[in-house]
């Protein structure tokens, strides 16, 4: 089945704007995602790793790409196609809660 990196945007003020229940029916698309197996996660800290023409690894605390919003959170997720991952996550915290999730096609190469 194809897989599917999703990345999370939210920040709690958004969050904060949602009803109890939608927050609920949120968490339970996530424990529902979770249960069809996806690996899902809290965004850390990041960290660059560079290494130019293979002469030492280099390293650099922070996100390279950036956003209005705060990175919330990475899901690998089994879809049949786009559209089916794409509702899977609709309903999902960050999507509900005024942020925005971001869906990849996953290309194990």
Known sequence: MPKFM???YGERAGYDKISANARAAAHANDDLLKRRGALMGIAGRPVQVRNPD???AETQQGAFMSSSL???GFALIEATD?????ELVSKSPCAVAHGVIEVWPFDEG
Not at 82 to 86: D, N, W
């Open 82 to 86: 786009l559209a089916e991952a794409i």
């Open 6 to 8: 999703t990345i999370g």
């Open 70 to 72: 705060p990175v919330a």
């Open 54 to 56: 293979a002469g030492g």
